[in-house]
């Protein structure tokens, strides 16, 4: 089990952007498939975006394509989620998780799925005001 960590959430205006940032606290961040996903109030959790191990597969749900981008520095033990162009309908808490990929698939395989995931952040609040 890893914990993970995220940060750079925040209060931004409708058009701002934000960079999170998921770590694992052991530093072993490097050897998991990692997501995004968000939560509103009184919605149900959903997928962001996800990247491969390697850094070399990223996957962006449609409601955050061309806004967000996932990234990794491996060699940071991070894994970042750039947001912009921010709208009132993305506040949210967001939470990153993490899986390692399955030995077949080697290190260029991602998860969509909640359920897949493993080891999840306590979550960092995201607000976007109009």
């Known amino acids: 089990q890893v914990q993970l960590v995220e940060s750079g959430g925040g209060l931004v205006q409708a058009g701002g952007s934000l960079r999170l940032s998921c770590a694992a606290s052991?530093?072993?961040?490097?050897?998991?498939?990692v997501g995004w996903f968000r939560q509103a109030p009184g919605k149900e959790r959903e997928f962001v975006a996800a990247?491969?191990?390697?850094?070399?597969?990223?996957y962006v749900a449609d409601s955050a394509k061309g806004r967000f981008t996932i990234s990794r520095d491996n060699a940071k033990n991070t894994v970042y989620l750039q947001m912009n162009s921010l709208k009132p309908g993305d506040t949210a808490v967001y939470y990153c998780?993490?899986?390692?990929?399955?030995?077949?698939?080697?290190?260029?395989?991602?998860?969509?799925?909640?359920?897949?995931?493993?080891?999840w952040g306590q979550g960092t609040q995201v607000t976007v005001s109009s």
């Open positions: 998780a993490s899986r390692a990929p399955p030995r077949l698939y080697g290190t260029n395989y991602y998860y969509r799925r909640a359920a897949e995931y493993d080891d």
């Open positions: 052991d530093g072993t961040l490097d050897t998991y498939a």
């Open positions: 990247i491969s191990l390697s850094g070399d597969i990223t």
